[in-house]
């Protein structure tokens, strides 16, 4: 089946640890994405990328990193720098450039300790 | 500059009963236009899509929207709402060729039995 993991479902860290999340897909899509979804904000865009190795700033990149150094994969890591990580964080990917729908993975809950 | 307003945090409906789910956009460029859906602790799930073809979009589940220029409105209708249909719905606009994704702030559908 074609689609997109992440992993893991749930995480704990605890404050001033780095941590990383994993993104898989094997739709062949270049363009790839990580959200942050907190209640009643919707969701937020953390990171994109188009191409491999290659990776632009969303809305909200302050403490978070990411690199692309596969197609089908976009780890993105939460480092200690974020003050406030706790969140579900969501992994999409879609086709070429804008107008096309994202596939969403089932997200990642991270828990601060 | 584009943005999307849900007009609706909280939508309650009886089982059986129709459902509109509000949501007004603003988007410099031609706009795509999705609706999503969301159960707990879930991934997104596209439900329909609007690309410049025709105004009425039908979806899965039963759902559709119609796109409407002049008030620059994509509303989610459903004829019957079910108890499956309770999630959160998100709409979405990205102006066709551009990357940039912007989310509604969401909608969340009740359904009384």
């Known amino acids: 089946d074609g689609g997109i993991t992440q992993s893991p479902k749930y995480l704990f860290r605890k404050e001033g640890q780095n941590v990383t999340l994993s993104c898989e897909q094997n739709?062949?899509?270049?363009?790839m994405y990580w959200y942050r979804q907190d209640p009643g904000q919707g969701l937020r865009l953390i990171y994109y990328s188009q191409i491999v190795n290659d990776f632009q700033k969303g809305d909200i990149a302050e403490g978070y990193s990411v690199s692309r150094e596969k197609k089908e994969s976009f780890p993105l890591t939460v480092t200690s720098a974020q003050k406030n990580p706790t969140a579900f964080y969501l992994c999409a990917s879609s086709i070429g450039r804008a107008g096309n729908e994202q596939f969403f993975g089932p997200g990642t809950r991270l828990t601060v300790l | 500059a584009q943005s999307v307003t849900q007009l609706d945090s909280h939508v309650s409906v009886s089982e059986g009963t129709p459902v509109l789910l509000r949501c007004n956009y603003s988007s410099s460029y031609s706009p795509s236009l999705f609706w999503y859906v969301q159960h707990p602790n879930k991934g997104l799930q596209l439900l329909l899509k609007y690309t410049s073809a025709a105004t009425l979009v039908k979806g899965i589940n039963g759902f559709e929207a119609e796109f409407k220029k002049s008030e620059t409105s994509f509303h989610l209708t459903k004829p019957s709402a079910h108890m499956s249909d309770a999630a959160e719905y998100f709409c979405v606009v990205t102006p066709v060729g551009y990357q940039k994704v912007t989310f509604g702030t969401g909608t969340k559908l009740q359904v009384i039995p």
């Open positions: 739709l062949n899509h270049d363009a």
